[in-house]
Every structure is written in structure tokens, then in C-alpha cells.
């Protein structure tokens, strides 16, 4: 049924560690197609049987490679995001708002949860410009306590994105995001560009900051590489920055 050259073809596929999902991609055939061939060919003596360590070093192999796809797929977007003047502004709020009270999760999540609506549609709007895609959103009533306070029925936003090849690459961008240690890579940003600068900290102050007078804002933080990274950019964008 098979010709000796197709046989021999996932026999080399086989012995390469390839698992009968990948071989079936590459051979454009059915899974059950292929689990079928190799344990005929099990029989006949041309391979042999998987021992479960073996299969479980196969299947980590597997995942690694599907995740390593994805992380390569995800540093294409955020190159043709940063050569499109748009998309570039947009990314650089992501990251400012990420700074500030979005999430960046090490799984898969990219997100932001907020009570202020306007926000939420703000950040919703440029996931979807730098990345192009559709964000997901939540709505739903919770308690909320500030300062000892309880507030009840409160309404919370959210928006994410699932995508464990962007949350890896923007890790590589942006360092940590947690709220005590989070740090701006200064020169690393400024070679994207002051566009891409001036929407970062409009996102961070979106998040975080307050504006006092027509000239004059304020942003609060736990984290002092935080701030004193954002006075150095604020500074090489012109403005008049300090931290105290």
C-alpha cells in the first residue's frame, strides 16, 4: 500500500523524535493514519516500541517546540508592530498600562482589570490595534475595599488577551511588571522611537498617575527603580521630572 521510500521517510521521521501529530503534519496524513503505519511497522521489526519514558520525553520535546513556534510567531507581530507608526503607539500603551495596573501572567495572559470603564475601552482598543486581535471582556459586580472601607456592588472591567508567545516576548521587552520591582529599560524603549515613549508613560499615568494642573502630574509607586526609571525617561523626552 506504502511505497519503501514513504516507510523509510517515517521511519527517519520516528527515529528523529518526532511524535505522530508532527509526522502527520509533515506528511499531510491523519493522525490515526500514522499511529496505524508505526505500529505496523512496530511488527515488522522496523521500529521500536516507546518506552513511557521515552514517550514522555517526546511529548516535552513536542510542547517545547510548539511553544518556541509560537514565541518566534509572536516576535514577527511585534516587529511588524513596531514598523507601522500606529501599531507602534498602541504597543507602547500596553506597555505603559502593564507598568501600571495591568498583568502580564506567566502562562498565557496579557489583561488589564480596572473600575473605570473609559479605561478598560482605552486599553481594549489598543490590544486590538498593536496586536490585531480581538480582547476578550468581562464585566461583573464585586466588593471592593480601599482604605478600610468596604465598597459593595462594584462594577470591575476586564480586558485580556491569552497568547503565551506574546506574555514571553513582552516579558523579554518590558523585564518585570509586579507592582514593587517593576523597572523601564530606558535606552532599550528609546530606540523605538518617542512615540512609542510618549504613549508608554501615557499608559502608565493612565493606570497610576494624576494630573494636578494643566502642567503639572503626579504618579505614585511602591517601586523606586519604577520611578527613578520613569523620571530618566520622562527627562530624555524633554520634560521636567523628578522623584521624591
Known amino acids: 500500500r506504502f511505497s519503501a521510500a514513504y516507510l523509510d521517510q517515517i521511519v527517519q521521521l520516528r527515529s528523529d523524535g518526532q511524535t505522530a501529530r508532527e509526522i502527520s503534519t509533515a506528511l499531510n496524513r491523519s493522525v490515526n493514519s500514522v499511529v496505524g503505519i508505526c505500529n505496523k511497522l512496530v511488527r515488522a521489526g522496523r521500529l521500536q516500541p516507546l518506552t513511557l519514558e521515552a514517550r514522555s520525553l517526546r511529548l516535552r520535546r513536542a510542547v517545547q517546540r510548539r511553544q518556541d513556534a509560537r514565541i518566534n510567531q509572536a516576535r514577527k507581530v511585534i516587529q511588524e508592530c513596531l514598523a507601522d507608526p500606529g501599531r507602534t503607539k498602541a504597543l507602547g500603551y500596553v506597555i505603559g498600562v502593564l507598568y501600571g495596573d495591568g498583568f502580564l501572567v506567566d502562562v498565557h495572559s496579557i489583561g488589564l482589570r480596572t473600575v ?4 478598560a475601552q482605552s486599553f481594549a482598543l489598543a490590544l486590538h490595534d498593536a496586536f490585531c486581535c480581538v480582547p476578550k471582556r468581562l464585566s461583573r459586580l464585586e466588593t471592593k475595599t480601599v482604605g478600610g472601607r468596604v465598597y459593595r456592588d462594584c462594577r470591575f472591567h476586564e480586558v485580556f488577551v ?6 514571553a516576548v513582552l516579558h ?9 520591582n517593576w523597572e523601564i529599560p530606558v535606552q532599550t524603549m528609546l530606540t523605538y522611537g518617542q512615540e512609542f515613549c510618549k504613549t508608554l508613560v501615557r499608559g502608565l499615568f493612565d493606570s497610576d498617575g494624576t494630573v494636578e494642573t494643566r502642567t503639572n ?4 509607586t511602591s517601586s523606586v527603580l519604577g520611578a527613578r526609571s520613569l523620571v530618566a525617561l520622562l527627562t530624555n523626552l524633554g520634560y521636567d521630572a523628578t522623584c521624591y
Open 217 to 220: 502630574m503626579t504618579l505614585t
Open 162 to 167: 491569552h497568547s503565551v508567545g506574546l506574555v
Open 116 to 119: 473605570n470603564e473609559g479605561f
Open 172 to 180: 523579554d521587552m518590558c523585564g518585570s511588571t509586579a507592582t514593587k
